[in-house]
């Protein structure tokens, strides 16, 4: 069982070009989120999908965005790369909990990938 | 808002000593609490997890007790090895909206050596 993979693995942009990263979750998940990881730093949510649709967003410029496939894969698209965008770049994937009560959904993070912006 | 404190690393031990890092955290609602590890060139692993109060969570020799009182979530394990040396994350998730959103902390780099 393949867990979550992301492409490609490194790139270098310049500042003010587009990027865009792509994720596949984990077999039987249907919801992806997107983190910034700055070096020395935790994890900073970006946004999460769910039904081809972004369901929560974090503190991010609308320069970061994204989308999600039918097959649950996902892509995030970063516009006019500033110098500050470089960073690992990580994907998790879920199963959504719908119910109420636990708190405790599982997120499986990818090995990232590692974007440096010149 | 929610946030997660971390001790600041690096934490450096010998093999088979006993490691704590601390974590606290702040939060509105009732979150569950989290500890990942990350090698070197990976992702986050999850580690262990805890949902509710005084729940412990282990996996691997690690262990962390939820405490509400204190809004802690210790990471111990009482013999580590060489190759427990990574970064280790505490975090917390909360229900916002429909989706539960974690918060990490700074993370700890843990070096063990031989």
């Known amino acids: 069982d393949a867990g979550v993979t992301q492409s490609p693995t490194h790139l270098i942009k310049t500042r003010g070009q587009q990027v865009t990263l792509r994720c596949s979750p984990k077999?039987?998940?249907?919801?992806v989120s997107w983190y910034q990881q700055a070096l020395g730093q935790g994890p900073q949510f970006i946004f999460q999908?769910?039904?081809?649709?972004?369901?929560q967003r974090g503190n991010f410029p609308d320069r970061f965005s994204g989308h999600q496939f039918p097959n649950y894969s996902s892509e995030l698209n970063v516009n006019a790369l500033l110098l500050g965008d470089s960073a690992l770049y990580l994907c998790?994937?879920?199963?959504?909990?719908?119910?109420?009560?636990?708190?405790?959904?599982?997120?499986?993070f990818g090995p990232g990938t590692r974007l440096t912006v010149l | 808002g929610n946030s997660v404190t971390q001790m600041e690393g690096p934490v450096t031990l010998s093999e088979e000593a006993f490691l704590t890092i601390n974590c606290t955290y702040t939060?509105?609602?009732?979150?569950?609490l989290f500890w990942y590890v990350q090698y070197p060139g990976e992702g986050l692993q999850l580690l262990l997890k805890?949902?509710?109060?005084?729940d412990k969570g282990s996996n691997k020799g690690f262990e962390a007790t939820y405490r509400k009182e204190t809004t802690s979530f210790h990471l111990e394990k009482g013999s580590v090895q060489v190759s427990d040396s990574a970064v280790y994350f505490c975090a917390l998730s909360d229900r916002v909206g429909g989706s539960y959103i974690p918060t990490f902390g700074r993370g700890t780099s843990l070096i063990v050596h031989p």
């Open positions: 998790a994937s879920s199963f959504r909990t719908l119910a109420s009560g636990s708190a405790a959904n599982e997120q499986f």
């Open positions: 077999s039987g998940h249907d919801t």
């Open positions: 999908y769910y039904e081809e649709e972004e369901r």
């Open positions: 805890a949902t509710k109060a005084d």
């Open positions: 939060a509105t609602g009732y979150p569950s």
